[in-house]
């Protein structure tokens, strides 16, 4: 049972315009929402995360938007630049006390040049 | 180099085999974390350990898995005999004790092939 699902396996998007990546949740106890970036033959990097309390939250390029009545958050990525292409993760944190995260399967983002 | 640090990158074993993969987390970091990532997942949790106490466990941690950090410092990840089902990239982070889960650091993982 996969409580935190990315759908979209790729996206390809052209140097420039804006990257939307997609992610959507089941588990209503999560509180705290992160993205990654993944390159190949490399360890996942943290890149923008987002409480509950709050619907967005931006860090230079980056965007994070929550929709808790939806389950649902997006990564905005603009302007999109070749060296954003990697495998993006979604995960979730559900407080409590725990610091286990809850990855999804990835998004494999591709940026023209 | 100070990031987190995992050893041996790759590994290939027979069946039935014992492994064993090693972890040094970045000095000052109290926290640490066995992740576990298939071909086209995400990474699932495997167990957590604040200092050398092991705090938390997932059910995906079998009883022929055993994680220790005996000083609170680097830790090991044991398999023991060895599943076709067990190949996957094991992957360890670390991150201090005043920051939450989001400060957490990743190694590049140990590559598990059992053959």
């Known amino acids: 049972d996969q409580q935190v699902k990315q759908n979209s396996p790729s996206l390809s998007v052209q140097e420039g315009r804006i990257s939307i990546l997609n992610c959507d949740y089941t588990n209503s106890m999560f509180d705290y929402f992160l993205w990654y970036k993944k390159y190949p033959a490399e360890g996942p990097t943290f890149l923008i995360s987002?409480?509950?309390?709050?619907d967005k939250n931006e860090d230079g390029r980056f965007t994070v938007f929550l929709n808790k009545s939806a389950k649902h958050l997006s990564l905005h990525i603009v302007p999109s630049q070749p060296g954003d292409s990697a495998v993006y993760f979604c995960?979730?944190?559900?407080?409590?006390?725990?610091?286990?995260?809850?990855f999804g399967k990835g998004t494999k983002l591709s940026v023209i040049p | 180099d100070t990031g987190v640090s995992q050893n041996p990158r790759h590994k290939i074993t027979k069946r039935g085999q014992n492994v064993t993969f090693r972890c040094d987390p970045i000095s000052e970091h109290n926290r640490l974390y066995w992740y576990r990532q298939t071909l086209g997942q995400g990474p699932e949790f495997l167990t957590y350990?604040?200092?050398?106490?092991?705090?938390?466990k997932s059910r995906l941690l079998s009883d022929r898995f055993s994680a220790e950090r005996p000083k609170g410092s680097f830790s090991t990840l044991e398999i023991q005999r060895t599943e076709q089902g067990d190949s996957a990239m094991y992957l360890c982070?670390?991150?201090?004790?005043?920051?939450?889960?989001?400060?957490?650091?990743f190694g590049q993982g140990t590559r598990l092939t059992v053959v």
């Open positions: 987002i409480s509950s309390i709050k």
């Open positions: 995960a979730a944190h559900s407080g409590a006390g725990s610091y286990q995260l809850t």
């Open positions: 350990f604040q200092n050398e106490a092991q705090l938390e």
């Open positions: 982070a670390s991150s201090p004790s005043q920051g939450g889960v989001a400060e957490a650091f």
